[in-house]
Nanobody, 128 residues
Framework: QVQLVESGGGLVQTGDSLRLSCAAS????????MGWFRQTPDKEREFVSC????????YSADSLEGRFIISRDNAKNTMYLQMNRLRPEDTAVYYC?????????????????????WGQGTQVTVSS
C-alpha cells in the first residue's frame, strides 16, 4: 500500500490561490498515475486533474478553464495542485489518489473508481 496525505487547504476569498500538496510514503510512484479529485456532500467525487508520474504528462478537467495546474516532485514523492483564481464553486474536499498500472492516455477525464489508494482529503473553502 501507499499512504497519501493531503495538505494546504483552507479558507480563502474569490480570486485567491492555494497550493495543495500530497505526500506519499510506503511505496514508490513508479508505474502509476496520480490524480486530484474533489467532492461536496451532495455530489459524487469529481475528477480534477491527473499526472503520469514518470513522464509528467497531465490532463485536467475542461471545466477548470486552466485555473488549476498539477505537478509533481518525484524526488520528494510529492504531488501538487496549484489552484488559481478560485471561485466559490471550487469549495470542496480535495483528495489525492494513486492509480496503479494505469491505462490512461491522459487525454480524457478519469473516474474515481479507477484509483486504488486515497488520501484523507483537505478542505478548500472559497468565500464570495
Amino acid at each position: 500500500q501507499v499512504q497519501l496525505v493531503e495538505s494546504g487547504g483552507g479558507l480563502v476569498q474569490t480570486g485567491d490561490s492555494l497550493r495543495l500538496s500530497c505526500a506519499a510514503s510506503g511505496r514508490t510512484f513508479s508505474g502509476i498515475a496520480m490524480g486530484w479529485f474533489r467532492q461536496t456532500p451532495d455530489k459524487e467525487r469529481e475528477f480534477v486533474s491527473c499526472i503520469n508520474w514518470i513522464s509528467g504528462r497531465t490532463y485536467s478537467a475542461d471545466s477548470l478553464e486552466g485555473r488549476f495546474i498539477i505537478s509533481r516532485d518525484n524526488a520528494k514523492n510529492t504531488m501538487y495542485l496549484q489552484m488559481n483564481r478560485l471561485r466559490p464553486e471550487d469549495t470542496a474536499v480535495y483528495y489525492c489518489a494513486a492509480d496503479y498500472n494505469s491505462g490512461s492516455d491522459f487525454s480524457t477525464p478519469a473516474t474515481a473508481d479507477q484509483y486504488d489508494f486515497w488520501g484523507q482529503g483537505t478542505q478548500v473553502t472559497v468565500s464570495s
